[in-house]
């Protein structure tokens, strides 16, 4: 393939995903194809990212070299899935999170391109041996997982299926990071992958905080936002524990390895998420925020706003 080749990536969905990724890849300057099987939704998708592009130029927050009108003018619109897979290298997936959809989107895909074309799925939950079943060859096919909003939230799980070819991983991890996101791999697929299972762990704990009466929802909030969140903004969990014994993290273990193991074995079951305990933490957290559409759009403004400045200081340093 020549490099010419190496510069179109498809977009297949035009919803707040497919506009995201869309916003990513045509800041590291790639042609942009998007997709959308209802006719008319992909060209309303660019007039929502020109949109977009044009206030992130305007706060100086727009990533990549060029203007926003010249990343503008690498992106176009498809009614016709063949038209917008023409030349593609890269395939991006962004549609409905429900097996059946995804199956016969990529079985269509499939159909359509060349051997060598990696097809990538943006699922949140479904594994790669599910999601690419009914793929012929699925050696070029993986599950890369952004977060939201992943013009903020740099971090993209790369998840192989059992079949996926070692340079798939490896030429997906060198144009993840080319666009300016932050790759990392799985060495194969669990369910819920890596970040879903460490926030499920954080929400199963916070929640049963709450609902055993130790603690308020406003201040389980703050535990993360002004206690680990601060570090984790910046530095994992292992290397917390690295730094905070003299000799690093064998030191950490030993010195609370013992305490750590009494406090997970105190942890109760699974929190039921839905009964009548539920309804309690639902009301604190309507009291704290109510769930109208008013109050939940300015709270997400003012987070997408505080991931943008946070993003910009991770850059400065």
Same mark, same amino acid.
């Given at each position: ?7 179109? =990536?498809?977009v297949? +969905?035009?919803?707040? =995903? ?14 942009? #194809?998007i997709?959308?099987?209802?006719p ?13 592009? @044009? ?7 727009? !990533? ?5 009108t ?16 023409? *030349?593609?290298?890269f395939?991006? @997936?962004?549609?409905?999170e ?12 499939? !159909?359509?391109? *060349?051997?060598d ?11 790669p ?67 879903? !299972?460490?926030?499920?762990a ?11 009466g130790? =603690?308020?929802?406003?201040? =389980?909030d703050?535990?993360?936002? @002004?206690?680990?969140?601060? !570090?984790?903004?910046?530095i *994992? ?21 013992? *305490?750590i ?6 942890? +109760? ?12 933490i ?13 109050h ?9 706003q ?8 991770k #850059?400065e340093?």
């Open positions: 393939m020549s490099s010419a080749d190496m510069k179109i =990536i498809t297949i +969905g035009s919803g707040l =995903i497919g506009r995201s990724w869309s916003m990513v890849f045509v800041s590291g300057g790639y042609t942009v #194809k997709y959308d099987n209802q008319g939704q992909a060209a309303k998708a660019i007039t929502e990212i020109r949109k977009q592009l @044009e206030e992130l130029e305007g706060a100086g927050m727009l !990533r990549g070299e060029v203007t926003a010249q990343q503008l003018a690498l992106l176009s619109s498809y009614d016709d899935m063949a038209k917008a897979l023409e *030349g593609a290298f395939v991006q @997936e962004c549609v409905f429900q097996l059946e959809v995804k199956q016969s989107v990529f079985q269509d895909i499939e !159909r359509l391109v *060349g051997k074309v990696i097809l990538s799925s943006s699922t949140s939950c479904l594994v041996s599910s999601v690419f079943s009914k793929v012929q060859n699925r050696s070029r096919c993986l599950v890369s997982h952004p977060v939201n909003p992943p013009y903020y939230v740099k971090l993209v799980e790369l998840v192989p299926h059992p079949e996926t070819a070692a340079t798939v991983m490896d030429d997906t991890h060198a144009l993840m990071t080319k666009v300016g996101q932050a790759p990392v791999c799985l060495k194969k697929e669990i369910d819920g992958f890596a970040l879903n !299972r460490v926030q499920a954080i929400i199963a704990e916070s929640w049963r905080l709450v609902q055993d130790i =603690i308020s929802v406003k201040d =389980i703050l535990v993360m936002s @002004e206690g680990l969140g601060m !570090r984790y903004a910046f *994992g969990p292992m290397e917390t524990m690295h730094l905070n014994a003299p000799e690093g993290l064998e030191d950490y273990m030993k010195r609370y390895g013992e *305490g193991t009494r406090v997970l074995n105190s942890f +109760g079951p699974v929190p039921d998420f839905s009964g009548e305990g539920a309804k309690n639902f009301n604190e957290m309507r009291e704290l925020i109510p769930s109208d559409q008013q939940l759009s300015a709270r997400i403004q003012r987070r997408d505080l991931l943008m400045n946070l993003a910009k200081l #850059k340093h």
